[in-house]
């Protein structure tokens, strides 16, 4: 028995070590899509002290304030990777591995317990650990709430397994912790009923207590949660539920396939929605799944095992089928049902080493991790980039939107106009009610000089959003191309009006009040804006040119000064500064200035030359 134990702490060691380095080709993978707004845009995160504030307010899940969602634990690890390595990427791929080993180990424990043979409970945690499905929730630093929901998850039913009321605190205090990571953990208490009355066939009298306090916390927090609950489901779910529900139904089968033979994975999987039960996929789709939960029920004595696996894959399924969410499907709600697949697997696994003998059996075993372990590693390649995440989503998934609006920001924001520009055509063909697309063509149409596809395209960007802050933006800045200050002023005043807060565009609109001699009305919005913004240097300058308009060259100086005590190296505010000091009749310091931005940008070199000399010739 002890050589056992010890050849079994080998065994899991082992497989740590090699998860471990079959996930090493991810740790230098980049931040991706929804990394962007909750993490490296989120100052909610960057200092610990405001880790309490977490517990309490939705909001801080984003640096977009109109992106709320309540996972406080989750939050809790980002802002300790960031005090820890600011957002260097390999603490916090080393974190997200560290919590999927965490939950390879408690497969392992529950797998032992539910299947009675240390082996088979061994190869359900080599399975879990290695199986490439998993790749998209450790890669993809987001996904971690996946992950952590999980460990919690895992952890609150190993001590449901080990028996007696001194481990009911475990329970609850693992319940409370997955689902301050992520809502699905609120289905819990299903799952462990559905152990007692499908493993244990018994309804369990004895564990009331324990129950009770787990649907409390639940109660609770769906209570903290209400309006976004409501929001989601009642008030402005996504899509009618007559999609939703049918639609998943194809999901679930989707989801099964891909767990079995997870081929042709991808950040974006080209699925279609589906309304009525006489869709014929939706049809087939539903006779497979009954199917299959009538063969768990009619062998469910011999076999309860699977008839549980297949319960717990569908109670955690459950909440992403009854919620309509944005994406149909996604590889990394398939995390914690995974587990749930392994030990099914290993479960017949088992069966078979009974029939045709350890050695044959252990060397199938041996196959299928290798070649999860090999397929996990290729699909971390994958993570490497935008260009290769998206491009393959787009590859496999051409009558989808996403990928090429996601490929299409990555071309725009390196300049690679022509392709970004085809993504976006791509993008209205496929999602016409999409606006955002048309104010990204209409951007990239200017730069491409082609002005009146540019008008074109924008308005019927409109007549599909009219309140669409991005077409507004983008028709200012289509105006401003052309120098027509009041239909800029005009598209700007719109743009403050559905973004009252941005200090960007409070700075658009006073400058276009500046550009037609309304030097007031600029200082209101500026002033606005270093309210939002304060010691913004851009913003500080233009105070500085609005002051100057209004001849208050002191308040001018004071400005720019303060401009460039902010950022030494501001060329534009040298340069101003040189021009107020000239009016000011000091050109000593008008000379330093006009030095000082012509070494610091070329750009302002000839003007600054020019304004020299004419001082140099006025001594």
């Known amino acids: 028995m002890k050589d056992l134990q010890a050849r079994l702490y080998i065994g899991y060691a082992a497989l740590l070590l090699l998860t471990l380095v079959v996930y090493a080709n991810s740790l230098a993978n980049p931040f991706h899509y929804d990394d962007i707004h909750s993490i490296v845009d989120n100052p909610h995160l960057r200092a610990l002290v405001r880790v309490p504030s977490y517990f309490v307010d939705p909001s801080a899940f984003s640096g977009d304030p109109d992106i709320a969602m309540y996972r406080p634990m989750l939050l809790v690890t980002f802002a300790l990777n960031h005090a820890l390595g600011g957002y260097e990427v390999l603490g916090y791929h080393l974190l997200s591995i560290g919590l999927h080993m965490a939950c390879v180990l408690f497969v392992g424990a529950i797998a032992k317990r539910l299947l009675g043979n240390a082996w088979a409970a061994f190869f359900a945690a080599g399975l879990f650990a290695l199986h490439p499905i998993q790749t998209e929730p450790v890669n993809y630093i987001s996904s971690r709430s996946e992950i952590l929901a999980a460990l919690f998850f895992l952890l609150g039913f190993w001590a449901y397994l080990l028996g007696g009321t001194r481990h009911w605190a475990w329970v609850g205090l693992a319940y409370a912790a997955?689902?301050?990571?992520?809502?699905?953990?609120?289905?819990?208490?299903?799952?462990?009923?559905?152990?007692?009355?499908i493993v244990r066939r018994r309804w369990p009298r004895d564990k009331q207590g324990l129950f009770a306090l787990l649907f409390f916390v639940g109660g609770l927090y769906l209570l903290t949660v209400r309006s976004m609950l409501l929001h989601a489901t009642i008030t402005a779910p996504v899509r009618p539920y007559s999609e939703q529900f049918w639609t998943q139904i194809k999901a679930m089968v989707f989801y099964l396939q891909m767990l079995v033979w997870p081929a042709n994975q991808s950040v974006d999987h080209q699925f279609l929605l589906s309304d009525s039960l006489f869709d014929p996929i939706v049809a087939v789709a539903s006779f497979f799944l009954l199917s299959l939960i009538w063969l768990g029920i009619h062998h469910r004595h011999p076999h309860a095992v699977p008839l549980f696996a297949l319960a717990w894959f569908f109670i955690i399924l459950a909440p992403s089928t009854l919620v309509p969410l944005n994406v149909l499907v996604n590889e990394h709600r398939l995390y914690l049902p995974g587990a749930a697949f392994a030990i099914a697997i290993a479960y017949a696994g088992h069966g078979v080493q009974q029939k045709i003998g350890g050695l044959w059996a252990g060397g199938l075993a041996l196959l299928v991790l290798v070649t999860g372990a090999w397929a996990t590693t290729e699909r971390n390649e994958i993570w490497r980039d935008e260009?290769?995440?998206?491009?393959?989503?787009?590859?496999?998934?051409?009558?989808?939107?996403?990928?090429?609006?996601?490929?299409?920001?990555?071309?725009?924001?390196?300049?690679?106009?022509?392709?970004?520009?085809?993504?976006?055509?791509?993008?209205?063909?496929?999602?016409?009610?999409?606006?955002?697309a048309y104010a990204q063509l209409g951007k990239l149409y200017l730069l491409q000089g082609r002005d009146e596809h540019a008008a074109e395209i924008l308005q019927r960007g409109f007549a599909v959003d009219g309140d669409n802050l991005e077409l507004w933006v983008g028709l200012a800045e289509f105006h401003y191309g052309r120098q027509d200050w009041l239909r800029c002023r005009a598209a700007y005043q719109r743009a403050v009006e559905l973004?009252?807060?941005?200090?960007?565009?409070?700075?658009?609109?006073?400058?276009?009040?500046?550009?037609?001699?309304?030097?007031?009305?600029?200082?209101?919005?500026?002033?606005?804006?270093?309210?939002?913004?304060?010691?913004?240097?851009?913003?500080?300058l233009n105070l500085g040119n609005a002051r100057l308009m209004l001849q208050d060259l002191q308040q001018a100086v004071d400005y720019y000064q303060q401009a460039l005590s902010v950022r030494g190296d501001f060329a534009g505010a040298w340069f101003n500064l040189g021009y107020v000091y000239e009016l000011l009749a000091d050109q000593q310091r008008a000379l330093n200035a006009y030095d000082r931005a012509g070494e610091l940008d070329q750009g302002f070199a000839a003007q600054a030359a020019q304004r020299r000399q004419g001082l140099m010739g006025s001594r």
């Open 178 to 197: 997955g689902l301050l990571s992520k809502s699905i953990v609120v289905v819990l208490p299903a799952v462990l009923l559905a152990y007692e009355i």
């Open 499 to 540: 973004a009252p807060n941005d200090p960007g565009l409070r700075n658009n609109l006073g400058n276009s009040h500046q550009a037609l001699g309304q030097a007031k009305q600029a200082l209101v919005q500026h002033e606005r804006a270093l309210q939002l913004a304060p010691g913004n240097p851009e913003t500080l």
């Open 387 to 436: 260009y290769t995440l998206w491009g393959d989503a787009a590859a496999k998934a051409p009558l989808m939107a996403r990928p090429f609006i996601y490929l299409g920001n990555a071309y725009a924001r390196d300049g690679r106009v022509e392709e970004a520009v085809a993504a976006f055509e791509h993008v209205v063909r496929r999602d016409a009610k999409y606006a955002p």
